[in-house]
């Protein structure tokens, strides 16, 4: 399989594999009723959507048909892997408030703050919506000026707000997630999904 950050990490392939192995003792069935996503028996393949692209998933292997990023795959993995199917009240959470993400958690809610500053300087509210919508956000009404949610995996939206910049401060944004996120991922998980969201945006802005 190619990555586009192809490296020979070892305890990422033990990640990996590890992953794998206990996924193949599930049925796709049971995998798509707790996360949310499509299986198609006749393929053997399990279907999930993650930010703008659809992404296969070919059992018993789970290999993918995509050449995203080897920690977004590894991610998606431990995401079938922990789903149970709950659904939160969509309370929105700060990283911090997961469980275990006291430290961890915390300090990537100070890093994310600091990464947006600098990502949404100077760029108009316009450019920002514009690559949000590109990355397959939807947008709701927050007392933000811009709330924008992320389909990160069927059952994991990350939320990011933004305030525009005015006179006195900059433009600013936190990110958040549904109270029901530690039913899906590790705070470490969490932590990563943030992080990648963190680089699309960047790469979008560089774009745009």
Known sequence: MEYKNQTENRAFQE?????VKRLQNRSGEDLAAKSGAVFHSSRNVLEVLSFYETIEIQ??????????????????????????GIEGSQKLITFGNLKDGLIRGTKFDRTAEQKLEKLLQDKDPEKIQKACTSLGAEFTETKADLSAVFPVLPRYPVTLKIWFADEEFPASGKLFLQDHADHY????????????????????????
């Open 185 to 208: 991922l590790s705070v470490e998980d969490a932590v990563t999904v943030g992080e990648i969201l963190l680089q699309k945006l960047s790469e979008v802005f560089s774009s745009l």
């Open 59 to 84: 059992l018993p292997e789970f290999r993918i048909n995509s050449n995203m990023d080897e920690w977004h795959y590894l991610i998606l993995l431990h995401y079938l892997d922990m789903a149970d």
């Open 15 to 19: 990640m990996l594999q590890a992953a």
